[in-house]
């Protein structure tokens, strides 16, 4: 079998980064270069300052970049280099065109097939690490069986899923690592060589390996049930509110019993990040493509929950300040759609403070790791309104301190740990009274912080 020695990464993002520096550190007898065409990107990675926020991540790159981990944006010394490409670059939701809002935009996909054709001069595993519609390999086989370099090509599905805030450790010890490959002998190797790198520091019974199709559909599947169970808990929240039921116990209660688990059953303001949404939209537009509507609108249902639940708490927020938010200050703690990132795509906080913005409120945003440029464009891109009043009506603050100064009301809006150990009797004493509390994310002792005198409102709990 052949031994891998050198490996090439297209996509230098949250994917890309953190599982090729994990390669990198278990297998040093590898080579392992990461490219992107973004220079700004590539550029930070060389630096201290890394380009995205991993627990760990930075520890990891310092020991091995240099010695077996190089970045850089010549794609295309990379690609020729290389025995095996993983190409891990991003693929939105459609924004235009067929599929326009629910199919994955595989441009750029797409693109790194063609260069790989043009440029490779000797065999290749190519392994899509990307989240993918079904059937997505039979596209990139069939770009590069177009090469005109007369080369054999294998193309392997490898899903990542490793979660933002915990890469390092999922990429360390996986649940499972999945491999797809084509059924034949020569796809059956190409399985094995790439499921030989993982053996360095992965079981061999944690090692699954699938046709090519069964693995791009887990992937999807995996995506759409974790989410789904957000939004069913999401969804009795609403239910507890109203009837006296509390939400986090109702969930211990039905995790004790293992056949449900107690995994992903916090209620939130709503599921974000880059995948959940659009592996669902994805998989919606699949199940239409392939004439089962049916399907289709079963799982289109937990996105619809999920739009609710964001748009349920910022008009619990109007309703509770006596039904306008016009002119009053509302800050809001966390911004990124998890903690332990700096990543805020899909976040809850973005749709959450659009409509507040709506209703004409004034927002100070405090996150301690997205950036203001990140949060002005997560807005700007929703295109409800000009950048210019954006940048009016929102503003920034570096200390939280100062971001709830003078402020009606208190949302948070993501689970950072720090929020929990404000001094919250300050935060209280600088506030417009009464002074109003929503914990987008039930992390506050609630005895605690009405004591203070805040009026607290959660997520799932008796109003
Ligand atoms: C993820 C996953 O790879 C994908 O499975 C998931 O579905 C969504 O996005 P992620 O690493 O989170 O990707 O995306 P991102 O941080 O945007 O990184 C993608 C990188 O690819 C960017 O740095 C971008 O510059 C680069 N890129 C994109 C290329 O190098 N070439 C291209 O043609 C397009
Ligand atoms: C997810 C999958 O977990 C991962 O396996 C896949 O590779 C990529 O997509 P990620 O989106 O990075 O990972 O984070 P995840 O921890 O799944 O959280 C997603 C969203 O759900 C976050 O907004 C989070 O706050 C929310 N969430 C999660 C809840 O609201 N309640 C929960 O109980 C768990």
């Not at 890469?167 to 797809?180: K, S, T």
Request: one cysteine or more; proline letters at 3%; hydrophobic letters at 40%.
């Amino acid at each position: 079998m052949r031994k891998i020695t050198n490996i090439c990464c297209i996509g230098a993002g949250y994917v890309g980064g953190p599982t090729m520096a994990v390669i990198a550190l278990k297998c040093p007898l590898i080579r392992v270069s990461i490219v992107d065409i973004n220079p700004d990107r590539i550029a930070a990675w060389n630096t201290e300052n890394l380009p995205i926020y991993e627990p760990g991540l930075l520890e990891i790159v310092k020991e091995v970049r240099g010695r077996n981990l190089f970045f850089s944006t010549d794609i295309e010394k990379g690609i020729l280099e290389a025995e095996m490409i993983f190409i891990s670059v991003n693929t939105p939701t459609k924004t235009y065109g067929v599929g326009k809002g629910h199919a994955a935009d595989l441009k750029y996909v797409e693109l790194c097939a063609r260069k790989i054709a043009e440029v490779a001069k000797s065999d290749k595993i190519v392994v899509e690490k990307s989240t993918l519609p079904v059937r997505t390999a039979e596209s990139i086989k069939a770009i590069l069986s177009e090469s005109e370099n007369d080369i054999e090509f294998q193309v392997l599905s490898n899903p990542e899923f490793l979660a933002e805030g915990t890469a390092v450790n999922d990429l360390l010890y996986p649940d499972r690592v999945l491999i797809g490959g084509d059924q034949t002998p020569e796809g059956l190797t190409a399985i094995e060589v790439l499921a030989s790198i993982y053996s360095n520091w992965i079981s061999n019974e944690r090692i699954l390996k699938t046709n090519i199709w069964s693995s791009e559909l887990s992937k999807l599947t995996a995506n759409a049930f974790l989410a789904q169970r957000i939004s069913s808990i999401n969804s009795l929240s609403a239910l507890c509110e109203v009837t006296g039921a509390d939400i986090d116990e109702v969930a211990f209660a039905i995790g004790s019993d293992s056949r449900i688990g107690n995994k992903f059953l916090k209620s939130s303001v709503g599921f974000g990040g880059s995948c959940f949404q659009k592996d669902i939209l994805n998989l919606v537009y699949l199940c239409n493509y392939f004439g089962l509507p049916e399907v289709a609108e079963y799982w289109e249902k937990v996105i619809h929950i999920n739009d609710y639940q964001k748009r349920r708490f910022a008009n619990n927020i109007i309703n509770a300040l006596f039904n306008t938010v016009s002119g009053k200050k509302i800050a809001i703690l966390g911004w990124a759609f998890k903690k332990d990132t700096n990543d805020s795509r899909e976040s809850a906080a973005i749709y959450v403070a659009d409509h507040l913005l709506n209703d004409q409120a004034r927002i100070c945003v405090y996150d301690p790791k997205v950036q203001a440029k990140i949060i002005y464009s997560d807005l700007d891109f929703l295109n409800t309104r000009p950048h210019e009043i954006n940048i009016e009506l929102l503003e920034v603050e570096t200390d939280p301190y100062n971001a709830c100064r003078n402020a009606h009301a208190i949302a948070i809006l993501t689970e950072w740990d720090e929020f929990k150990n404000y001094d919250w009797h300050r935060i209280y004493k600088n506030m417009i009274k009464p002074a109003f509390l929503f914990d987008g994310r039930n992390i506050l002792d609630l005895k605690k912080v009405a004591s203070i005198g805040f009026k607290l409102i959660t997520i799932g709990k008796p109003l």
